[in-house]
């Protein structure tokens, strides 16, 4: 039979002390722990990892690099279809400018046409009257035709008032001096002029009577 007192020397722990110095120190971190608790971790390879990074950075560049050129040609469609409608357009107003200044007097030539048509039939009728008194009239009538299609076009003829010299609708032809004149003056129209609304269209010919000298 076992001895109580061996039983309670076997159930003792024995206390050996440390020495200062000698703690048992705390794994570092980062340390590998040793012991049935410690798990091995894998390492990933600083080679596999860099290459996938690479695989990643081209394949977006080549994404970006398609999406560019697409906008690139986008713009470049953009760009030529603008260019041939302005094209177009210039070819199109420089046809109806043409068109416009071959056709613009078409209206006034037909009313000038009913004028020559009246000219026509005045000088074949001119024998039938001898008094020429008819023959007169028919003239006057054409004269006013006349005048009336140039007014509706907006052609006025240039007024000489209190005759009063104005070089810029008058030009003199013939000039005299006079005693009995301060300031030049219009003597005689030789030959009307016109406005085309507010622009000069012909200046009227005209005698002046300048101050004599001396």
Do not use: C
């Not at 004028?115 to 026509?120: A, G, K």
């Not at 000039?175 to 269209?201: D, F, I, N």
């Amino acid at each position: 039979m076992n001895d109580p007192e061996d039983d309670k020397k076997a159930e003792e722990i024995e206390y050996i002390p440390v020495k200062p110095g000698e703690e048992e120190e705390a794994p570092k971190a980062g340390a590998p722990v040793s012991g049935p608790a410690a798990v091995p971790v894998p390492k990933e390879s600083p080679a596999t990892g860099t290459e996938e990074g690479r695989h990643v950075k081209a394949r977006k560049r080549d994404a970006e690099m398609r999406q560019l050129k697409k906008e690139r040609d986008e713009f470049k469609d953009q760009y030529l279809r603008a260019m041939a409608e302005m094209d177009n357009l210039r070819k199109r107003v420089d046809r109806e400018k043409a068109e416009y200044t071959q056709f613009a007097l078409s209206e006034l030539l037909l009313e000038l046409l009913g004028v020559l048509d009246n000219f026509e039939r005045a000088l074949g009728a001119a024998d039938a009257f001898p008094d020429g008194e008819s023959f007169r009239d028919g003239i006057e009538l054409i004269l006013r035709m006349y005048q009336s299609a140039l007014f509706k076009r907006g052609v006025r003829p240039i007024e000489i008032k209190d005759k009063a010299f104005d070089p810029t609708v008058h030009h003199a032809m013939i000039t005299e001096g006079s005693e009995g004149v301060s300031e030049p003056e219009v003597s005689e129209e030789l030959q009307k002029g016109y406005m085309l609304h507010s622009r000069l269209l012909r200046p009227a010919l005209v005698k002046v009577v300048v101050p004599k000298r001396g």
